[in-house]
């Protein structure tokens, strides 16, 4: 007798009460497929000498195979690395009036680019143009996709086949593939570069000034610093000199706060309403990064720049959906009220959160995860920590923070790696960083309502190394 022929048909394992109740939740084409891919495996792991699993077995393959494609992609984890505003951790987290906001738009339909009032086509930037005007002192905005796409689109709108001057010190690359050489490029601008690394001098930006010049441009430096024997040319000046030769003066900014950071203790970042005051045309920034709010890229300045760029058709192409427009519309007006915002701006309160009210917060955690590391051959202690901004922000200042510091009791790190992996492998990934031989978790971004799920998924780390 074939020793296969004892292994059940696709229709009796579909026919198994265990399966009936995965097709329930499933549906039955996933549970069919997998079912068949369960047998083929099987099958051609017998010819290779393995012993055939019996009707549990599969089943339990089934199961397993099922679950794994069910766990979205996209999913919720644990940002305990210590940068607040983390890129690949997507940035700023949402505060509760822009999900509100967001949840409702998605649900039904809504004046996205239709005036209620008129009953007339409306234009979707002015969700948000009058709030960006009033917290920036702009005379005109509009919003795309990213603040790459803003800076892109300005310099096709601006200065196609024309050239762009930039401080040396100003080439900057971000990570995720952002380099303005490349940029400028793709935009059919041309880069002009002027002065050093180090130092720029307003004679740099007015020896370089040609028939073909279409603006003087500034980079925030947002992801370093240059420090030392350093120039760079006020940015009042650089207005004055393009203004002088009827040019316009744009800055991308980055990471564009509309707020004085300074009054909740952290290091001043510039604000776009400084640019505009100081002459800028035109100023980009992020939706995403200190703003707080959704990814976008906002950009702010004249009347009658921001018109020409609004009549590009890749404006077209660049546009935001109605989900990020009705998040950036809810963050904007938490702007209105400074002297909240940092009770209700989210990524705010994660940046200005007491050094003291974290160490609390891992002074709870601690028995947690303490015996859910067991016997494991490792120490657990509670220290200072310094945390960063994130996003290219204000490079160079750390918050002072608290959070775990796990080190191996031998002087082998292999344990490390492991607990790392099984922090990851938890139902809400859990997210440090290894550094000088030891694994961090910074508990500034675990807010106080999620340490209960935090503790609770601990007692489940699956023994590391066991
Ligand atoms: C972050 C940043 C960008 C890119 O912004 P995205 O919103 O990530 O597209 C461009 N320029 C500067 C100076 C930045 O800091």
Redesign the pocket.
């Known amino acids: 007798m074939n020793p296969l022929s004892l292994l059940p048909s696709v229709d009796r394992l579909l026919s198994d009460p265990a399966v009936a109740g995965l097709i329930d939740i499933h549906g039955r084409a996933v549970i069919t497929q997998l079912v068949r891919t369960a047998l083929a495996d099987a099958r051609e792991a017998a010819h290779a000498g393995t012993p055939l699993p019996d009707t549990a077995g599969l089943i339990a393959t089934v199961d397993a195979a099922v679950t794994a494609q069910a766990t979205p992609k996209l999913r919720p984890v644990f940002n305990l690395t210590g940068t607040v505003l983390h890129?690949n951790l997507g940035?700023a987290p949402l505060p509760e009036e822009a999900i509100a906001a967001m949840t409702a738009a998605a649900r039904s339909p809504c004046a996205l680019e239709y005036d209620i009032e008129t009953g007339e086509r409306g234009d979707r930037d002015d969700i948000v143009s009058e709030l960006l005007c009033e917290l920036t002192g702009a005379e005109a905005a509009t919003v795309v996709?990213?603040?790459?796409?803003?800076?892109f689109l300005l310099l096709n709108t601006l200065a196609l086949r024309k050239e762009v001057i930039v401080s040396r010190g100003e080439l900057?690359e971000?990570g995720?593939a952002?380099r303005?050489p490349d940029i400028m490029k793709r935009a059919g601008a041309k880069l002009v570069e002027v002065g050093t690394t180090n130092r720029t001098h307003l004679k740099d930006f007015d020896e370089a000034i040609t028939p073909r010049t279409a603006m003087l441009m500034k980079?925030?430096?947002?992801?370093y610093a240059i420090q030392g024997f350093t120039h760079a040319v006020p940015e009042s000046e650089l207005a004055q000199l393009a203004h002088a030769q009827g040019l316009p003066f744009v800055v991308?900014?980055?990471?564009g706060t509309l707020t004085d950071l300074e009054r909740w203790g952290l290091p001043h970042e510039p604000t776009p309403r400084e640019n505009i005051a100081a002459g800028a045309d035109l100023v980009?920034?992020?939706?995403?990064?200190l703003l707080g709010g959704p990814?976008?890229?906002l950009l702010v300045g004249s009347k009658e720049l921001i018109s020409k760029i609004k009549k590009n058709p890749l404006k077209r192409a660049l546009r935001v959906g109605k989900l990020t427009l009705a998040a950036l519309e809810a963050v904007l007006r938490l702007y209105r009220d400074p002297d909240r915002l940092n009770e209700r701006l989210t990524a705010l309160q994660q940046l200005t959160r007491p050094e003291a009210q974290i160490r609390a917060a891992a002074e709870r955690l601690l028995p947690a995860l303490q015996s859910a590391l067991g016997t494991l051959p490792v120490n657990v202690e509670i220290v200072p920590l310094k945390s960063q901004i994130g996003?290219?922000?204000l490079p160079v200042d750390r918050l002072p923070s608290a959070g775990f510091a796990i080190r191996p009791q031998g002087k082998k790190s292999g344990v490390l790696h492991r607990i790392e992996a099984a922090l990851r492998g938890l139902p809400r990934p859990v997210i440090g960083r290894i550094e000088e031989g030891a694994l961090l978790l910074d508990l500034r971004c675990l807010s106080v309502h999620e340490e209960t799920e935090f503790a609770a998924q601990l007692s489940t780390l699956s023994r590391p190394g066991a």
């Open positions: 890129t940035r996709n990213n603040n790459a796409a803003a800076v900057i971000i995720g952002f303005v980079i925030h430096a947002s992801n991308d900014l980055g990471s980009t920034f992020s939706g995403d990064k990814q976008a890229g996003s290219g922000s």
